[in-house]
């Protein structure tokens, strides 16, 4: 085992030239990061999990009720043994010959039995009022995460020039604050990394689930061998615009449809500007020649810059989609159901069905979107985003 971990933590891998691991030991003098100090980020995930339970059960909630937010979810499917059976066990999408044997045997018309299969599927979706309350959460914490962040770097000389990011290395001691912003940064994605499994799924979870893979992934490796000025600027960077998309979907969900839109197309400019903009102008550019230029080559350096140019790839593919929803709210009047990580995956229309007391009449249903017009990609959960 210690030729293992000796043989990972080969300092010619991570390090630059005539630096080694002793170089970043603490001392009195000054506290540099310390590989030992990420386990503080479980339990500290775990509180930030807590911390979002009671804040969603007492803060959110009641917000939302306040603000009128529709607190059941779709209409139930009458409840039936054999459908039911059929639901679980063997498919949620019956055939049309599955629907015809099923209509035999129930004495049903098939527009029923298909109207229940779609009630039942619809079952399943959360609650406005859930997704008012998880947007609620991510709000706040990236609109707190953000200002903390700003106050931060705006007393360092690496916002203002790049090349600070990697003057006097290894020789840049840990600040408090930035071993504060690292820490619940970090703890933050570890949360979200298992809290996603119960949040409001989504299409593109698995390329969510990439993406905060990759975050964690570049937090832990960029602390570890002290490149944490640099960190900073992309944690602080990514913030930005999320702030703006939770914000539009709280709107949604309490149908305010104009300022829903308003939002939405702020957050697709603050998104396209700094995923499309500043992040490879400023960033890249850093981190691909300034960085070269002052440390010289070493291996990580290019494991660093892949993953970020990953990160650039799922900017593209998320700017792709926002461009799109942005393009059709301009042309149309209102936000098409697009857009980055919001996509539910229990897209299935919910119907209005007014009640029969014969299971298997024919009542004329209305479809509706679940998105209710503008906005239909904002009825999801983030972001988020990403970083």
Known sequence: ????????????????????????????????PQAEDLYLAFPLAFCIFMIRLLFERFIAKPCALGLKVQANGPQKAQPNAILEKVFTAITKHPDEKRLEGLSKQLDWDVRSIQRWFRQRRNQEKPSTLRKFCESMWRFTFYLYIFTYGVRFLKKTPWLWNTRQCWSGYPNQPLMPDLHYYYLVELSFYWSLMFSQFIDVK?????????????????????????????????????????????????ANYCKCQ???????????VVFIVSRLGIYPLWILNTTLFELYEALGNFPALWILNVLLMVLQTLHCFWSYLIIKAAYKAISKGKVAKDARSDIESSSDEEETVPRSKAPHSTVATNGTSGANGTNGYLTGATSSEEH
Not at 203 to 210: A, H, P, V, W
Not at 258 to 268: E, I, R, V, W
Request: net charge negative; with cysteine; proline share 1%.
């Open 1 to 32: 085992m210690a030729g293992i971990l000796a043989w990972f933590w080969n300092e010619r891998f991570w390090l630059p030239h005539n630096v080694t691991w002793a170089d970043l030991q603490s001392t009195e003098e000054a506290a540099f």
């Open 258 to 268: 104009k300022l829903s839109d308003l939002l939405f197309l702020t957050f697709a």
């Open 202 to 250: 989504r299409k593109d979870f698995g390329i969510m689930f990439t993406h905060h893979i990759l975050a964690v992934t570049l937090i832990t490796f960029s602390y570890v061998t002290n490149l944490t000025r640099v960190g900073t600027l992309i944690l602080c960077l990514h913030d930005a615009s999320d702030i703006f998309l939770e914000a539009a979907k709280m």
